[in-house]
């Protein structure tokens, strides 16, 4: 139903999309997730012309709607969005914000057009709330009428931009449920969301959109449970770091120090995974210091906020060898302790890079 090729919109010389191609069925739910200001809603708005992109082709059934003669009007009458700023006539009764398009632009008698409202504000449980306007409904209410009117012009296709972001949390599950109703019954939904339980619940398939491009993509399985990609990983598992580099075995070990012992603060780990944290940096750097003036460490520390899981990798040249195992013999007393602090030990060589990562132990 939806093919992008080669998708790009700049805003003078600041690129907001790069290069997106891809294939979207009839009656598929994709969610896009991702961090803000990566370009998720500019795709929405580029796909319904909204902003128009810098290069690339946008077709909807077939039809190219970036060809001069494509009538746009008719386009955005098949695919309708719903904004998360709700964008409801406010000298409008809900009925009337309804009825309005579906009499002006596609030429409805009046009487069907407010039959049609009627059974869309029951679809949405706000049958009530006919004659109330926008000023006396709640934000959740709003959304809901928002959709319905959407509805109201009945596209194949809908466009949700963070429907829930302006929303109470007390709102935002009464908006999420008529999405799933219209999941369920088939639509064609590209939702931009920070929903993640919700986004795994509806959707057939999780773009995650990063530097202005479709960084990741695959089944709510692949993309919640085993992210390929690390920044898709980073996001997914609310990843917080902290990153050093070290190129001298001369290193300020006490600015180093209290520059973990801020993060540790700051992610509120406990006490005592502080101090294990702080022991395996100091054990480590001394394993790698007879090598640091000539191969370089990079020192990451990770903390996901998801599952609590505290990782500490060492990135080197392969070259310098994994100092856990050096020439096979016995760790000695520094790797003996390394091993105690850690639940797990991992040495890998990818690309001419070694890597060293432990998962410390928090208690």
Request: glycine share 6%; with cysteine; charged share 25%.
């Given at each position: 139903?939806?093919?992008?090729?080669?998708?790009?919109?700049?805003?003078?010389?600041?690129?907001?999309?790069?290069?997106i191609?891809?294939?979207?069925?009839?009656?598929?739910?994709?969610?896009?997730?991702g961090?803000?200001?990566?370009?998720?809603?500019?795709?929405?708005?580029?796909?319904?012309?909204?902003?128009?992109?810098?290069?690339?082709?946008?077709?909807?059934?077939?039809?190219?709607?970036?060809?001069?003669?494509?009538?746009?009007?008719?386009?955005?009458?098949?695919?309708?969005?719903?904004?998360?700023?709700?964008?409801?006539?406010?000298?409008?009764?809900?009925?009337?914000?309804?009825?309005?398009?579906?009499?002006?632009?596609?030429?409805?008698?009046?009487?069907?057009?407010?039959?049609?409202?009627?059974?869309?504000?029951?679809?949405?449980?706000l049958?009530?709330?006919v004659?109330?306007?926008?000023?006396?409904?709640?934000?959740?209410?709003?959304?809901?009428?928002?959709?319905?009117?959407?509805?109201?012009?009945?596209?194949?296709?809908?466009?949700?931009?963070?429907?829930?972001?302006?929303?109470?949390?007390?709102?935002?599950?009464?908006?999420?449920?008529?999405?799933?109703?219209?999941?369920?019954?088939?639509?064609?939904?590209?939702?931009?969301?920070?929903?993640?339980?919700f986004?795994?619940?509806?959707?057939?398939?999780?773009?995650?959109?990063?530097?202005?491009?479709?960084?990741?993509?695959?089944?709510?399985?692949?993309i919640?449970?085993?992210?390929?990609?690390?920044?898709?990983?980073?996001?997914?598992?609310?990843?917080?770091?902290?990153?050093?580099?070290?190129a001298?075995?001369?290193?300020?070990?006490?600015?180093?120090?209290?520059?973990?012992?801020?993060?540790?603060?700051?992610?509120?780990?406990?006490?005592?995974?502080?101090?294990?944290?702080?022991?395996?940096?100091?054990?480590?750097?001394?394993?790698y210091?007879?090598?640091?003036d000539?191969?370089?460490?990079?020192?990451?520390?990770?903390?996901?906020?998801?599952?609590?899981?505290?990782?500490?990798?060492?990135?080197?040249?392969?070259?310098?060898?994994?100092?856990?195992?050096?020439?096979?013999?016995?760790?000695?007393?520094?790797?003996?302790?390394?091993?105690?602090?850690?639940?797990?030990?991992?040495?890998?060589?990818?690309?001419?890079?070694?890597?060293?990562?432990?998962?410390?132990?928090?208690?």
């Amino acid at each position: 139903m939806i093919e992008v090729e080669k998708l790009s919109k700049r805003f003078g010389d600041l690129v907001v999309l790069s290069d997106i191609s891809v294939r979207i069925e009839k009656g598929e739910v994709v969610s896009i997730i991702g961090p803000s200001g990566t370009g998720k809603s500019t795709f929405l708005r580029c796909l319904n012309l909204l902003d128009r992109p810098s290069s690339g082709a946008i077709r909807i059934g077939g039809m190219d709607i970036l060809d001069p003669k494509a009538d746009v009007a008719r386009v955005r009458q098949k695919m309708n969005m719903v904004f998360q700023s709700f964008n409801l006539f406010s000298h409008l009764s809900v009925l009337d914000n309804l009825t309005i398009a579906p009499i002006r632009l596609k030429g409805q008698d009046r009487a069907t057009a407010e039959r049609k409202a009627f059974e869309l504000l029951r679809l949405v449980g706000l049958a009530e709330k006919v004659d109330s306007f926008p000023d006396e409904l709640s934000g959740g209410q709003k959304q809901r009428v928002a959709i319905a009117r959407c509805l109201a012009m009945e596209p194949e296709i809908i466009l949700f931009d963070e429907p829930t972001s302006a929303l109470d949390p007390t709102m935002v599950s009464e908006v999420l449920s008529v999405i799933r109703r219209l999941a369920k019954e088939g639509m064609t939904l590209i939702i931009v969301t920070h929903e993640m339980d919700f986004a795994r619940d509806v959707s057939k398939r999780v773009f995650y959109m990063d530097e202005g491009l479709i960084y990741e993509q695959g089944t709510p399985a692949q993309i919640f449970d085993d992210p390929q990609r690390e920044k898709t990983r980073a996001f997914i598992n609310r990843i917080r770091s902290y990153t050093c580099h070290v190129a001298s075995p001369y290193y300020d070990l006490y600015a180093m120090n209290a520059e973990i012992e801020a993060f540790g603060e700051k992610q509120i780990l406990p006490a005592k995974a502080r101090h294990n944290l702080l022991l395996l940096v100091e054990e480590l750097l001394q394993l790698y210091a007879p090598s640091l003036d000539r191969h370089p460490l990079d020192l990451t520390i990770a903390y996901s906020e998801k599952n609590g899981a505290l990782d500490l990798t060492c990135e080197c040249a392969a070259e310098a060898g994994n100092p856990l195992e050096p020439d096979g013999e016995d760790d000695g007393l520094g790797g003996i302790l390394i091993r105690h602090m850690s639940e797990s030990v991992d040495y890998r060589v990818i690309g001419g890079t070694g890597t060293l990562t432990l998962r410390v132990k928090k208690v």
